[in-house]
């Protein structure tokens, strides 16, 4: 996994560059940012080259959007992969020009659509996209970044847990893409520290900690003094390096970002005596003016020390409950609501026998709950005897999944399935 950037790491807050799509636009570039990896090479080579002269250790690929769902909206899902491979070789050759060591990361964004969040409240359980499906296009997407070189893999502004579900899904189920750093960054709705699906910053890091990332953090939402406070709370509690890439301040009216170099890099000088990161840079709105400040405020302030290993997230329930799912999805729903409001923080989930279909039934009940108020905030637990109707459920619920496998002992197959979905083994 070391290829250089833990190394790196230990020694200073690395500098990641800042916003790709505000600088193509400075162009007058707009449009399918990840076409112009094709029909603008020149461009976003050259502001790559424009965040290296600033300072900036990292460079992330113009990937952001390189997937075919993204792409889909462009009439270009078929050339994804083909965008993702150059966005990874132009960063690369960018950074192998530096003169002095650059690293590169292969952004991955959430995509323009929700596994968790319901479209049509009159049926909560449908969505535009399947967990499978996503995870296809960020096996694509991920090849391109593998055959374009990068150092690491960032996956950013991620705003629903599932989605970097199917995410982590790929990685791990790529070996080449396993050995690379990968660094989460999550992106807050506001300061009380939600995601857009309702999940908190916490919850959502415990979420995909199965991934092993070497670096946790934020990034996009809000300026560096919104974020401020988020980020002093993930480096209290996160068993990992810490990263922050905040926006220039909020979008006006206009959609532009007022907030100035100096203003920027004076909130991140702060957070960075206060011991909180390891990776710094900018997101929306900012550009090399932005990361130059950024790495001259905290050029002289050492890295939050890393931890020694990774902690334990597992936390044991303290009170199950049975629930017996019928075809009666909303019935269940309701049936759910109830046991958690009694205080159940673990269902113990499985369909009823006579209920046909049990993989669909479960898939609509848990996409049912995934967003609900009440119930999102528990475990679920399923039963191992029913692989399809389990497997299921873990694709489609963003919280903490567990398996009851006393009486079904799991398959290789099935325990890396189960592994690559974050799912743990129900405690004796």
Not at 1 to 11: K, P, R, T, V
């Amino acid at each position: 996994m070391n290829n250089g950037f833990i190394d790196a790491m230990q020694e200073k807050i690395l500098i990641l560059d800042g916003a790709m799509g505000t600088m193509l636009q400075k162009y007058g570039l707009r449009g399918n940012n990840e076409e112009f990896n094709i029909t603008h090479p020149e461009i976003v080579r050259e502001i790559h080259e424009a965040y290296i002269a600033a300072g900036a250790d990292i460079i992330t690929s113009n990937t952001f959007g390189a997937n075919r769902i993204s792409q889909a909206g462009f009439g270009c899902a078929e050339k994804a992969g083909e965008f993702a491979r150059a966005g990874a070789e132009l960063a690369r050759d960018a950074a192998d020009a530096a003169g002095r060591k650059v690293f590169v990361a292969g952004s991955m964004g959430p995509t323009g659509k929700s596994l968790s969040l319901p479209l049509d409240i009159s049926n909560p359980a449908y969505r535009e996209v399947s967990f499978d499906e996503m995870a296809e296009a960020y096996s694509e997407q991920l090849q391109g970044l593998l055959k374009g070189g990068v150092d690491c893999l960032i996956l950013e502004t991620c705003f629903d847990a599932l989605n970097t579900k199917a995410a982590i899904w790929s990685i791990m189920g790529n070996p080449a893409a396993r050995q690379l750093p990968l660094i989460i960054s999550a992106s807050p709705l506001n300061k009380g520290g939600h995601l857009l699906t309702g999940q908190s910053v916490e919850g959502f890091r415990k979420s995909v900690a199965h991934a092993r990332p070497l670096c946790f953090g934020l990034n996009c939402s809000m300026g560096a003094e919104d974020l401020s406070q988020l980020v002093g709370e993930v480096a209290s509690s996160s068993p990992y390096a810490v990263s922050c890439y905040p926006n220039a301040g909020l979008p006006d009216s206009c959609g532009g970002y007022s907030q100035g170099p100096g203003q920027i890099a004076s909130a991140m000088r702060e957070m960075a005596l206060n011991g909180w990161l390891n990776i710094a840079g900018g997101c929306c709105g900012t550009t090399p003016e932005h990361i130059r400040a950024i790495a001259e405020a905290l050029k002289d302030v050492p890295p939050r020390k890393l931890p020694a290993g990774l902690a334990s997230e597992q936390e044991i329930p303290s009170k199950a409950a049975e629930l017996c799912v019928g075809s009666d999805v909303e019935n269940s729903v309701f049936e759910a609501e109830d046991l958690v409001c009694e205080g159940a923080d673990l269902l113990k989930i499985k369909t009823d026998d006579s209920v046909s279909g049990k993989a669909e039934v479960m898939e609509a009940f848990v996409r049912s709950i995934a967003t609900d108020p009440y119930v999102s905030a528990a475990s679920l637990c399923f039963d191992a005897s029913d692989w399809n109707s389990a497997l299921a459920g873990m694709k489609n619920f963003p919280g903490r999944c567990l398996l009851d496998c006393a009486k079904t002992p799991l398959s290789e197959s099935q325990r890396e399935q189960m592994l690559r979905l974050g799912a743990e083994v129900l405690p004796a």
